[in-house]
């Protein structure tokens, strides 16, 4: 790509130059979580040495200075996802606490006996498990999509399911285990005419595309600021202003009302009747400085590098015998997921490390997918914007070397 600058970007990651194993580290466990650049180290450190107070409760300044860091990090997530509104934007712990938050907030005010609620066979199993425990508490009853043998939702089943008893659609932007991007503008669409709310799991989009909420129209989009080159505990949900006011609490407790008594308790306005008790400021602050980060480079370019890295590693790997690719959707980001024959996952994750090459073996917490492969788990190399083709290219002798010890 054109003005992209790899090897500039690999020195702003000072966990890139360490050696594992005595072997220049790879990281390629990118989807699980990504690494932090030193500017986002430094904000953290700045905030712990110089801002630090707890926010919202006091007149004196360093809680200012804390409160306005965090409010300020608020801005930056709307302004990098585009949301209307800044009170669009809640600070969550992470994707799961976020899709959680909905379900409690949204799913048991709204959804009751009998009704439906539509997710895929692709999704992570915290776009799952939440969804399955409403179901069982309020009888409503969960209808899945089916995935094709690219790994492609398969979209007149996603339409023929909508009946008069759907009320929510619960589906992922990019799948973790088979990188698939779905055709999410196009189902909220189709949810939307007939009157169905749609949260968007966006955990492995945000990181490597461009991102409108707007534009998109979802009602709800979650993501994580681990997967973001920020720190772990923290992470989005967007809502519509007009859903979240509607919506009952999570959590209860501090900050999150206007005022309370033993006969009555008022809540506060959104975000922040969302956001009970002291929320991860430094973490908040520093996903801020992280997406900066990653809009300095732009989203557009780190997608293109990051197709190139697949593309590279995706024709290489279809050519290797006995290597067989999981997920071959035509659109795809940055995650390849294989087996090798004759080899456990595990094993082949034990002997690349062994050469410094970081990669994720199992069901990805997406066993439904593996399931639908008659897998019990596969390798996953998951790329971000600082890997290189050089680093892919090692992965491929790693692959290879594997083969070797167990021809
Ligand atoms: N959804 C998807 C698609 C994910 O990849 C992940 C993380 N692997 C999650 C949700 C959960 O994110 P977190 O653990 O940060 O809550």
Same mark, same amino acid.
């Given at each position: 790509?054109?003005?992209?600058?790899?090897?500039?970007?690999?020195?702003?990651? !000072?966990?890139?130059?360490?050696?594992?194993?005595?072997?220049?580290?790879?990281?390629?466990?990118?989807?699980?979580?990504?690494?932090?650049?030193?500017?986002?180290?430094?904000?953290? $450190?700045?905030?712990?040495?110089?801002?630090?107070?707890?926010?919202?409760?006091? $007149?004196?300044?360093?809680?200012?200075?804390?409160?306005?860091?965090?409010?300020?990090?608020?801005?930056?997530?709307?302004?990098?996802?585009?949301?209307?509104? %800044?009170?669009?934007?809640?600070?969550?712990?992470?994707?799961?606490?976020?899709?959680?938050?909905?379900?409690?907030?949204?799913? =048991?005010?709204?959804?009751?006996?009998?009704?439906?609620?539509?997710?895929?066979?692709?999704?992570?199993?915290?776009?799952?498990?939440?969804?399955?425990?409403?179901?069982?508490?309020?009888?409503?009853?969960?209808?899945?999509?089916?995935?094709?043998? *690219?790994? %492609?939702?398969? @979209?007149?089943?996603?339409?023929?399911?909508?009946?008069?008893?759907?009320?929510?659609?619960?589906?992922?932007?990019?799948?973790?285990?088979?990188?698939?991007?779905?055709?999410?503008?196009?189902?909220?669409?189709?949810?939307?005419?007939?009157?169905?709310?749609?949260?968007?799991?966006?955990?492995?989009?945000?990181?490597?595309? !461009?991102?409108?909420?707007?534009?998109?129209?979802?009602?709800?989009?979650?993501?994580?600021?681990?997967?973001?080159?920020?720190?772990?505990?923290?992470?989005?949900?967007?809502?519509?202003?007009?859903?979240? %006011?509607?919506?009952?609490?999570?959590?209860?407790?501090?900050?999150?009302?206007?005022?309370?008594?033993?006969?009555?308790?008022?809540?506060?306005?959104?975000?922040?009747?969302?956001?009970?008790?002291?929320?991860?400021?430094?973490?908040? @602050?520093?996903?801020?400085?992280?997406?900066?980060?990653?809009?300095?480079?732009?989203? %557009?370019?780190?997608?293109?590098?990051?197709?190139?890295?697949?593309?590279?590693?995706?024709?290489?790997?279809?050519?290797? !015998?006995?290597?067989?690719?999981?997920?071959? *959707?035509?659109?795809?980001?940055? $995650?390849?997921?294989?087996?090798?024959?004759? $080899?456990? !996952?595990?094993?082949?994750?034990?002997?690349?490390?062994?050469?410094?090459?970081?990669? =994720?073996?199992?069901?990805?917490?997406?066993?439904?997918?593996?399931?639908?492969?008659?897998?019990?788990?596969?390798?996953?190399?998951?790329?971000?914007?600082?890997?290189?083709?050089?680093?892919?290219?090692?992965?491929?002798?790693?692959?290879?070397?594997?083969?070797?010890?167990?021809?």
């Amino acid at each position: 790509v054109q003005g992209f600058d790899v090897e500039r970007i690999r020195a702003d990651f !000072p966990i890139l130059k360490l050696q594992v194993n005595s072997k220049p580290l790879v990281y390629l466990d990118n989807a699980a979580s990504s690494q932090m650049p030193q500017q986002v180290i430094d904000r953290l $450190v700045r905030y712990q040495t110089t801002q630090h107070a707890n926010i919202n409760r006091a $007149v004196h300044s360093l809680s200012e200075i804390a409160t306005n860091a965090y409010e300020q990090a608020r801005r930056k997530l709307q302004h990098f996802i585009h949301a209307r509104e %800044e009170r669009e934007v809640i600070f969550t712990s992470g994707t799961t606490d976020a899709i959680n938050l909905v379900m409690h907030g949204y799913g =048991r005010k709204f959804i009751g006996p009998g009704d439906e609620i539509i997710l895929t066979t692709m999704e992570h199993h915290s776009n799952i498990v939440p969804w399955q425990m409403l179901a069982e508490e309020k009888g409503a009853t969960i209808r899945v999509v089916p995935i094709n043998d *690219a790994g %492609e939702l398969v @979209i007149e089943d996603y339409e023929r399911l909508f009946n008069k008893r759907t009320k929510f659609v619960s589906v992922m932007h990019v799948s973790n285990a088979l990188g698939t991007i779905n055709p999410i503008k196009q189902m909220i669409a189709f949810a939307h005419a007939r009157g169905v709310p749609v949260l968007v799991d966006g955990a492995q989009a945000v990181p490597h595309m !461009p991102v409108d909420v707007q534009d998109l129209d979802c009602d709800f989009y979650a993501f994580s600021g681990h997967k973001l080159c920020g720190p772990t505990g923290i992470g989005i949900l967007y809502g519509k202003a007009a859903l979240l %006011e509607r919506m009952q609490p999570f959590k209860g407790g501090g900050d999150m009302i206007l005022s309370v008594t033993f006969e009555k308790t008022t809540y506060n306005t959104i975000p922040h009747k969302f956001e009970a008790g002291t929320p991860p400021i430094a973490a908040a @602050i520093g996903l801020a400085t992280a997406v900066d980060y990653l809009s300095t480079i732009g989203m %557009e370019a780190i997608e293109q590098h990051e197709l190139s890295l697949l593309h590279h590693a995706t024709t290489q790997l279809s050519r290797m !015998p006995g290597v067989r690719i999981i997920g071959t *959707a035509k659109s795809k980001a940055a $995650v390849l997921s294989f087996t090798v024959d004759g $080899v456990h !996952p595990h094993d082949i994750g034990t002997l690349l490390n062994q050469d410094g090459i970081a990669v =994720r073996t199992g069901h990805h917490c997406a066993q439904p997918v593996m399931q639908r492969y008659k897998l019990p788990a596969t390798s996953r190399a998951s790329f971000a914007f600082y890997n290189t083709l050089s680093e892919v290219d090692t992965l491929v002798a790693g692959i290879r070397s594997v083969q070797k010890v167990f021809a």
